[in-house]
C-alpha cells in the first residue's frame, strides 16, 4: 500500500461524457502528478500540482482539466470524452523537495471506459 | 529529462539474480536514476534510486557506473512474484517521470 488513494477503481462511460476522477495524496505530500496509461501509448505524463498549483503539463489534452485543492486532494476532469481516452489513470505523489531524489508513490488507479 | 534504453524483455530462473541493465547517456548531473516496477496493471511501485553511488535496500541493488551513463538493478535472489515490468527512469528532484516502454522480466520456476 503506498498510502495514495484514487476513486474510483473502475469507471464505465459514454462518449461524449464528462467524469471526475479523485486523487488523495500521502499524507505530507505537497506534489501531486497524473499520469496516463493506454495500451499503444505506455505511461504519459499529464500533469503536475505542487501545493495547489500547477507546476507542470505534459501531453494532457485541452478537455482535460486538473486543480489540486487546499487539503492537497486532486481531481482529474474529462470532458467530451473519446473512445480514444480509455485507460489507466494514475495519480502519484511526492515531497518535492528541492534535493535528494524526490521518490514518487503511486496510486492503484482509475480504470476508464469509453463506450 | 534524459531518456533511458532497456532491453525489451529478460528471462531469470527462481532463486537467481536478475540483473536488469538500463542505458542513460545523455545523463545530467543533477538527474537521479530510479527504478519502478509494474505488476499486471497495478500502479508503478518504487524499488529504489540513486545519484552516484551503489545504493541497496531490502528489494535490490542499484549499481551506477563511474561515468552515470548506464546503471544495473539487480533482485538478488529473484521469486515468482518479481515478474513485472521494470522501468529506469531518470529525472531531476522535483520533477515529471517519462517512462520508456521498460523490461518485462520473467521469472521461470
Known amino acids: 500500500d503506498s498510502g495514495v488513494t484514487q476513486t474510483p477503481k473502475h469507471l464505465i462511460t459514454a462518449t461524449g461524457q464528462r467524469v471526475t476522477l479523485r486523487c488523495s495524496p500521502r499524507?505530507?505530500?505537497?506534489?501531486v502528478y497524473w499520469y496516463q496509461q493506454s495500451l499503444d501509448q505506455g505511461l504519459q505524463f499529464l500533469i503536475q500540482y505542487y501545493n495547489g498549483e500547477e507546476r507542470a503539463k505534459g501531453n494532457i489534452l485541452e478537455r482535460f482539466s486538473a486543480q489540486q485543492f487546499p487539503d492537497l486532494h486532486s481531481e482529474l476532469n474529462l470532458s467530451s470524452l473519446e473512445l480514444g481516452d480509455s485507460a489507466l489513470y494514475f495519480c502519484a505523489s511526492s515531497v518535492a523537495g528541492t534535493s535528494g531524489g524526490d521518490t514518487q508513490y503511486f496510486g492503484p488507479g482509475t480504470r476508464l471506459t469509453v463506450l | 529529462d534524459a531518456k533511458t534504453t532497456q532491453p525489451p524483455s529478460m528471462d531469470c530462473a527462481e532463486g537467481r539474480a536478475a540483473n536488469l541493465p538500463c542505458n542513460h547517456s545523455t545523463i545530467s548531473g543533477n538527474e537521479y536514476v530510479y527504478w519502478y516496477r509494474q505488476i499486471h496493471s497495478q500502479g508503478p511501485q518504487y524499488i529504489i534510486h540513486g545519484l552516484k553511488n551503489n545504493e541497496t535496500n531490502e528489494m535490490a541493488s542499484l549499481i551506477i557506473t563511474e561515468d552515470r551513463k548506464s546503471s544495473t538493478l539487480i533482485l538478488p535472489h529473484a521469486t515468482l512474484r518479481d515478474t513485472a515490468v521494470y522501468y529506469c527512469?531518470?529525472?531531476?528532484?522535483?520533477?515529471?517521470?517519462?517512462f520508456g516502454t521498460g523490461t518485462s522480466l520473467t521469472v521461470i520456476p
Open positions: 527512469i531518470v529525472s531531476r528532484t522535483g520533477n515529471q517521470f517519462y
Open positions: 499524507s505530507g505530500d505537497l506534489s
